[in-house]
């Protein structure tokens, strides 16, 4: 491709990873366009808690358990990324509630990963677990990287687009690429309702209960239900009638909420990572279907995608998270 200097590079879809990977080839001197049809915010990441919880995902999500190691890779990437950006990184950790048989079981499973923790007022507490605010962190990525230039086209990105540029990030997530990669046949749906409350806890750790987690802020999140192989955006209260009985469990108070119910559709591959690098396409190259870890993820994706664009070594993370994966015979 060209230098980088003059390189004009197309960047499909805006949520963490997209937005993350347009600041990021933006902060390297690249000429970048970033397209998505929504407004800000609106597309799963938005709908997002925004946790950067490597040890949560691994602990409570079988099909992430084998990748703590990347995970937390991709966590300690977070200040230096976010460093010049109106974001705060959130530090509270977690803290997991229940039954105390409920509780012996996912202490075993905090040791069989050796990932620490301590008891404390009948709990287990994790310090490692950050968080940041979703929507702040699409908005602030998005100010920082038009102040370098960076231009957002308020449409989607279509095939014609591609003579005008030397390559582009599909970071279309669960969205339609226009078929320009055959590897994203390898990523399925999964549809993630959360809510959120007008009232409970406004700071502190994440606190987790068995099927559910609460998130404090402004407005506590919920979630979430993980509904595979579903792409619409429907509210189905029925879906979270269980996440609303839980979360009264851990906090009582949660009763009295008003509850909102926000709806994202995410993409995963069949081992819960994403596909990053080139595609079969040329002058494709790929960063999407991390599953529920697209937050998490993103500066690392980024960093993988500029390599890419440059011609450095992608370290060594990239055979993980190999876009071709799947589709090679």
């Known amino acids: 491709m060209e230098t980088k200097l003059r390189a004009r590079v197309a960047v499909a879809g805006a949520g963490a990873i997209g937005s993350a990977a347009a600041l990021t080839l933006a902060r390297a001197g690249i000429d970048v366009t970033l397209f998505d049809p929504n407004p800000l915010g609106a597309n799963a990441s938005g709908v997002a808690a925004g946790m950067l919880a490597p040890v949560a995902e691994a602990v409570f999500d079988p099909v992430s358990t084998p990748h703590l190691a990347l995970l937390r890779r991709a966590r300690d990437r977070w200040p230096a990324f976010a460093e010049g950006l109106d974001l705060e990184i959130t530090r509270d950790g977690l803290r997991v509630e229940g039954e105390t048989a409920w509780l012996d079981g996912v202490a075993a499973r905090f040791e069989a990963l050796e990932a620490p923790f301590e008891r404390l007022d009948g709990a287990l507490v994790d310090a490692e677990d950050w968080r940041i605010e979703a929507r702040p962190a699409l ?44 590897e994203l046949a390898a990523l399925s749906p999964i549809k993630g309702q959360i809510l959120r409350a007008d009232r409970g806890p406004a700071s502190g750790p994440v606190i987790r209960g068995e099927g559910v987690y609460v998130c404090p802020g402004e407005r506590p999140a919920i979630g979430a239900t993980m509904e595979l192989g579903r792409d619409d955006l429907t509210v189905d209260p ?34 819960g990572l994403p596909l990053v690098g080139w595609s079969a396409t040329p002058g494709v190259i790929l960063a999407v279907g991390a599953r529920r870890n697209g937050w998490l993820l993103a500066p690392l994706v980024a960093d993988l995608v500029a390599a890419y664009l440059k011609g450095d070594n992608p370290g060594p993370d990239a055979a993980s998270l190999d876009a071709r994966r799947f589709s090679r015979t």
């Not at 449409?155 to 690429?177: E, H, I, K, P, Y």
């Not at 009638?241 to 591959?269: I, K, M, N, S, Y």
């Open 139 to 182: 908005a602030a990525m998005r100010a920082a990287f038009e102040a370098l230039g960076g231009r957002f086209a308020s449409r989607a990105f279509v095939a014609d687009d591609t003579a005008a540029f030397s390559a582009v990030v599909l970071a279309t997530g669960a969205g339609d690429a226009g078929g320009l990669a055959p």
């Open 238 to 271: 029925s879906a979270t009638q269980a996440l609303r009985a839980a979360a009264v469990r851990l906090r009582p108070e949660l009763a009295q909420a008003v509850l909102t119910t926000e709806v994202g559709v995410r993409a995963a591959t069949p081992d």
